[in-house]
């Protein structure tokens, strides 16, 4: 067996999931677990059914993905960076986000690399990280800051094992969206340093405020930038796994190989319904931010009468990473609180051994009457344990 997995962690939502599962309860089960939004296409969108009717729909794309897809993702990521993206050199559709990291990842990585981390954080780097037999180095960012990056703390931790940064913002799992004059101070350090950001914008199209949302403008080429996303969560189709990576042309044709090692090409049925659904763009991405910034609002309505809670509010993605004041273990909350009360949350500390005091909320799928009976039920269970 592969050595590198024995450093690796199971997967932790899953856990939790068969543990909300096998309860017993007459209660409505309730889960603030997996990050995704509410709203799928059969919300908002008519799909065509001949493309059902369409073979091609069924056999293998191209390496780098189905070329009007291509070519819808080039235009919108030319209109939002300051230099365009050519379809053919600088595009290749993946299997999911995480398949985009992965490969990014596995592109760069020799074993005993360093990758810089801003924790907390999402739990997928790290098993992929280790995976490859490299090592990731964790960076703390402060509740207080609203979990902003520590430029002083990113250039510390460089040594001349250092071969590249994640950065995702909106973050998963804080919502923090990173002010626009350190991600440009933190571009210039790794030009200068020679390591390669890996720019993960999932979360692109869930910033709640304007302060902060053209970040994208900030980067003036490739060169040392590996831009990787998913149109999951801005079309509602966790489970079709459709992400991408946009970067220079030298590593598309090194993640070409990859890409058709692993997978071949991302699901050609996925594809064709994702460019069915592209002239729903706009109509999918304003159903689920409004649905999203309701519920943040019966969630934070919720937390101000919990004083053993205490979150410091961040403007996007659909998260809150929030403290539990008296210091409980997130973990054995968490259990007990499932058990207790069917509602699932995640222990802050699966993003991060120090955040054990910490648990995610993750509002995103849930309606506003479930946001705040979820939280009427942790405030409920908190007072029979205190």
């Given at each position: 067996m592969n050595l590198n997995l024995n450093n690796v962690e199971s997967p932790p939502i899953d856990?939790?999931?068969h543990l909300l599962d096998s309860v017993k309860s007459n209660n409505k089960k309730i889960s603030f677990g997996h990050g995704i939004p509410r709203y799928t296409p059969n919300k908002?969108?008519?799909i065509n059914s001949d493309l059902f009717e369409n073979s091609n729909s069924f056999k293998y794309t191209d390496i780098r993905g189905d070329k009007k897809l291509r070519?819808?993702?080039a235009e919108y990521l030319s209109t939002k960076l300051s230099f365009n993206v050519n379809p053919d050199e600088n595009l290749i559709i993946t299997p999911g986000a995480n398949s985009a990291i992965f490969k990014s990842l596995f592109l760069l990585l020799n074993k005993n690399d360093e990758v810089l981390v801003i924790s907390p954080v999402y739990f997928n780097y790290i098993m992929a990280i280790e995976m490859i037999g490299a090592k990731p180095i964790e960076i703390n960012s402060h509740s207080e800051s609203g979990f902003q990056l520590n430029i002083r703390n990113i250039a510390n931790s460089i040594t001349n094992k250092t071969k590249a940064i994640i950065i995702n913002s909106p973050n998963n799992p804080t919502g923090a969206v990173y002010k626009n004059d350190d991600l440009e101070e933190l571009f210039q350090l790794c030009e200068s340093k020679d390591i390669k950001v890996i720019f993960d914008i999932t979360y692109f199209e869930y910033i709640h405020s304007n302060n902060e949302s053209n970040y994208l403008s900030l980067l003036k080429s490739f060169d040392n930038v590996i831009i990787t996303g998913s149109f999951s969560k801005t079309f509602g189709i966790t489970g079709l796994r459709i992400g991408y990576i946009s970067t220079k042309s030298n590593y598309i044709d090194n993640l070409c190989k990859i890409q058709d090692t692993i997978s071949i090409c991302a699901s050609s049925l996925s594809q064709q319904i994702?460019?069915?659904l592209?002239?729903?763009?706009?109509?999918?991405i304003e159903t689920n931010l409004n649905s999203v910034k309701l519920s943040k609002e019966i969630?934070?309505?919720n937390l101000i009468n919990i004083p053993e809670l205490s979150w410091i509010q961040t403007d996007g993605a659909f998260y809150a990473f929030v403290k539990l004041n008296n210091n409980m273990d997130s973990w054995n909350f968490?259990?007990?609180l499932i058990n207790s009360k069917s509602v699932l949350v995640l222990p802050g500390s699966i993003f991060g051994s120090q955040w054990k005091s910490y648990m995610r909320l993750a509002y995103g799928a849930l309606c506003s009457d479930d946001v705040n009976e979820g939280m009427k039920r942790i405030k409920s269970f908190i007072e029979e344990i205190t």
């Open positions: 856990y939790f999931n908002y969108a008519n070519n819808y993702l994702l460019i069915n592209i002239k729903y763009e706009q109509l999918a969630l934070i309505s968490t259990e007990k």
